[in-house]
């Protein structure tokens, strides 16, 4: 069993910078992703990181502003969203999946342990 503690989510202004953590604790060896569902959108995914190597994958939305990173001493992983816009707005969850998956599994694999999410709005 996993579970997954995110924080770091607020309002802050367009052009703006967070950093959301997610904590993991109990088995930890796990791929892991961020996804995001906006008000009356689907969920969509955002980034992810391998188990072992770190290779990441992002959607191409957050391309360039956003990163995603682990410590896997900590069993933390990051993300990083820069320059931050009105349709980031969302409430941002952390997930882990089976620790064989690649960075593209992440994006449309499905993921054994959900957190509960926080919340990013941003205001133009």
């Known amino acids: 069993q996993v579970q997954l503690v995110e924080s770091g989510g607020g309002l802050v202004q367009t052009g703006s910078s967070l950093r959301l953590s997610c904590a993991a604790s109990g088995r930890t060896a796990h791929a892991m992703g961020w996804f995001r569902k906006a008000p009356g959108k689907e969920r969509e995914f955002v980034a992810g990181?391998?188990?072992?190597?770190?290779?990441?994958y992002y959607a191409d939305l957050v391309k360039g502003r956003f990163t995603i990173s682990r410590d896997n001493a900590k069993n933390t992983v990051y993300l990083q969203m820069n320059s931050l816009k009105p349709e980031d707005t969302a409430v941002y969850y952390c997930a882990a999946g089976p620790n064989y998956y690649s960075e593209y599994d992440v994006s449309y694999r499905a993921m054994d342990y959900w957190g509960k999410g926080t919340l990013v709005t941003v205001s133009s």
């Open positions: 990181i391998t188990w072992a190597s770190g290779r990441t």
